[in-house]
Every structure is written in C-alpha cells, then in structure tokens.
Antibody, heavy 122, light 107 residues
Framework: QVQLQESGPGLVKPSQTLSLTCTVS??????????WTWIRQPPGKGLEWIGY???????YYNPSLKSRVTISLDTSKNQFSLKLSSVTAADTAVYYC??????????????WGQGTLVTVSS | DIQMTQSPSSLSASVGDRVTITCRAS??????LAWYQQKPEKAPKSLIY???TLQSGVPSRFSGSGSGTDFTLTISSLQPEDFATYYC?????????FGQGTRLEIK
C-alpha cells in the first residue's frame, strides 16, 4: 500500500523560499501511472491544488502560483519536492503531497500524505 | 478555471438522518468528479470518483450521482463517524479545483 509523508521546516520567514519533500513508500515514483501532486489548505479554509510532476519530469502548475512554484523529483530516493518562493503570510497552510492517477478515468487524489503545517512568520 | 460551488456550506443533522450535499460546476465536467471526507486535523480521504463510484472500503450508505454540472453526495443514514467536512473536486481540466466544503455537524 502506497504511503506518502511530507517533511520540511514548519516555519519560514516572509520573502524566503518554502521547501518541502514528500517521501513515497510502498510504490515507485517512477511509475507512469501517476502524477505526484502538492495541495495546500490554509487554516480553517478549503483546498488549493498547487501542481504536479510526472515521472518523466514534466510539470504543470496552478497559474495562480506558477511564477513562484517549482516541483521536482528524485527517483533515487523515491521523493518529490516543492519549492515556493517569495512567501507571505498568505502561504501559511497545511501542505499535502498526494498521488493522482495518470489516466483520464483515474484522475482522483488518493492517497494523501498526513500533511505538514508551514507557517510564514518573522 | 472551473468553479465548484457546494451547498449548503454547513449542515446540522442527527444520527440516522439522510443528508444530501450538492455540488455545481461552472461548466460541463461530464462525470469527472470526486468527493472527499475530511475529519479535523486529518488529511482528506477519497470517498467517490467518477461521480458515483465508491472507493474500496467506503460504506454503502454513501452514494453519489449527477453528471454535467450538477452533482450530489448522499448519506442514507448518518453514523457518528460521518460528521466531518466534505469536498467535491473536478478532474475534467487543470487546474484541479475543489468546492469550498460542506461541514456536517451533529444536531
């Protein structure tokens, strides 16, 4: 059973870069059957899709964040990562790493990591 | 972007009640819709995909219906563990978008 686990600093200063890593266990990140995705949720609010990376390295980002987001993968460690630059308090959120199916009839999000809270504050 | 609008935003109900949550898409998304359940301090859990197909292990009291722009999630007989927030999500196009959530509370 595939499991995802986020890791990274819980506190980031304004204007700096948020960096998170997702470690995938129980399955290979090099599978062509999945997109590897980041989703965030500000405290008390709804869910926002950030973007995905495919095993080939291709990416797609939410246009609302595109200028600040980079998602990369490290197949040797079975991990993928998120970098969000020039953060502000509005980027304070629980960040989830999630798997999305690649094929059109499998494109839902499952499973989800447990989430990690990142607070942007000086 | 496709806008997803859920109603109601919150709902109070009792154990044993039948409840329905509605999700409307701003454009036709066929049946490319999923529902998620989120409990406090936990990650969302996938319940339904393809608008009406239950994920493995999801109780049969949950059901989904709809296509095009209008969708519903129904819980036929509420159980204590069902009190949570529910989100719909479209996967017709990118960026993927979610409804704002429906908080289901105990009356």
């Amino acid at each position: 059973q595939v499991q995802l686990q986020e890791s990274g600093p819980g506190l980031v200063k304004p204007s700096q870069t948020l960096s998170l890593t997702c470690t995938v266990s129980g399955g290979s990140i090099s599978s062509g059957d999945y997109y590897w995705t980041w989703i965030r949720q500000p405290p008390g609010k709804g869910l926002e899709w950030i973007g995905y990376i495919y095993y080939s390295g291709s990416t797609y980002y939410n246009p609302s964040l595109k200028s600040r987001v980079t998602i990369s993968l490290d197949t040797s460690k079975n991990q993928f990562s998120l970098k969000l630059s020039s953060v502000t308090a509005a980027d304070t959120a629980v960040y989830y790493c999630v798997r999305e199916g690649y094929y059109p009839d499998t494109n839902w999000f499952d499973p989800w990591g447990q989430g990690t809270l990142v607070t942007v504050s000086s | 972007d496709i806008q997803m609008t859920q109603s109601p935003s919150s709902l109070s109900a009792s154990v044993g009640d039948r409840v329905t949550i509605t999700c409307r898409a701003s454009q036709d998304i066929s049946s490319w819709l999923a529902w998620y359940q989120q409990k406090p301090e936990k990650a969302p859990k996938s319940l339904i995909y393809g608008a009406s197909t239950l994920q493995s292990g999801v109780p049969s009291r949950f059901s989904g219906s709809g296509s095009g722009t209008d969708f519903t999630l129904t819980i036929s007989s509420l159980q204590p563990e069902d009190f949570a927030t529910y989100y719909c999500q479209q996967y017709n196009s990118y960026p993927r978008t979610f409804g704002q959530g429906t908080r289901l509370e105990i009356k």
